[in-house]
């Protein structure tokens, strides 16, 4: 008993529900801010992914003339021909297994990156699963994807061997990767060679229209469409062959080749094989080559 001789009390039933709905109202208003605050987080950090994988081109061309890494359409692990091995899309073998990424001969920009893997990942790819490479150590463990970023099919390398059978599969590789990318898909039918007539780059120093402040590298694809490495881009027809994703809000994070990166919101979002909004296709068209004998504006 209080020295009034009142006795203490809780609070009542009608109380309570009034805390409780003033805590939902609170919530309702603050996890939206919550959650724009989280996106933009990924974005700057997906942003600063891309940075940081541009600049470790940049450092691979001072170290092999000027030359872009190889990046065949063909998703091969063979040590030496390509900047980023293996398969990584929904259902494919590597989805969950770091392994390819994390070795400096099947993944040639990780040394330029002090072996951090992570920078492969879009952090707002949601994706996890489990492990499928042979690390005793995460054997049975659940992991985030292994890789989100592609590089265009406009730029690259690729070697005398796998030029030569390219078109005549199955694909071998030797020799050293210093003839430009194809392009393959650059016609929107899988069949164009280089610089016939869209401009492929080989050699940062070859990049004269669209300019390395325009020209795209790198970019989240969609992980619907995500297989190898090389993102497949029609110069043509508007229509996604490959998607770029639309992690951050409807929008992606790409990577240019003057080394900055930026995040491109989407009109309507991409899907792999269908057709493309214009706007959304012009806006990478501008981005991803030119013919040949264009200067840059």
């Not at 942003?47 to 691979?60: R, V």
């Not at 790819?125 to 463990?141: C, F, W």
């Not at 309507?268 to 840059?296: C, F, H, L, Y």
Request: proline share 8%; net charge negative.
């Amino acid at each position: 008993m209080k020295a009034n001789g009142q006795a203490n009390r809780g609070f009542t039933l009608l109380e309570l529900l009034v805390v409780i709905a003033i805590i939902g109202i609170l919530a309702a208003m603050l996890f939206p801010a919550l959650s724009r605050a989280r996106q933009r987080s990924q974005g700057i950090m997906c942003m600063n992914n891309g940075h940081q994988m541009i600049t470790a081109i940049h450092l691979y061309g001072g170290d092999n003339n000027d030359f872009f890494p190889p990046n065949p359409d063909d998703g091969n692990t063979i040590p030496g021909y390509n900047w980023c091995s293996g398969e990584a899309g929904i259902g494919q073998p590597q989805e969950f297994d770091p392994d390819v990424i994390s070795d400096p001969t099947r993944s040639l920009l990780v040394k330029y990156l002090s072996g951090n893997i992570t920078v492969f990942h879009c952090p707002a790819d949601t994706r996890q699963g489990l492990y499928q490479g042979s690390n005793p150590a995460l054997i049975g463990r659940i992991v985030p994807a292994a890789r989100t970023f592609s590089m265009s099919q406009a730029v690259g390398t690729v070697d005398p061997g796998y030029d030569a059978t390219e078109y005549s599969p199955p694909a071998s590789h030797y020799g050293v990767p210093n003839l430009s990318v194809n392009g393959p898909w650059l016609n929107n039918q899988d069949t164009h060679h280089r610089n016939s007539p869209w401009a492929t780059y080989g050699k940062l120093s070859s990049i004269v229209a669209p300019g390395p402040s325009t020209l795209w590298v790198l970019v989240d694809e969609n992980p619907s469409g995500l297989n190898d490495a090389a993102f497949a881009f029609g110069m043509e027809d508007a229509e996604w062959i490959d998607a770029p994703g639309s992690y951050h809000n409807g929008a992606c994070g790409f990577a240019f080749s003057d080394g900055h990166s930026e995040t491109h919101r989407w009109i309507q979002i991409p899907q792999p094989a269908s057709d493309a909004n214009e706007t959304d296709w012009g806006w990478m068209q501008q981005r991803t080559s030119a013919k040949v004998g264009t200067e840059a504006d």
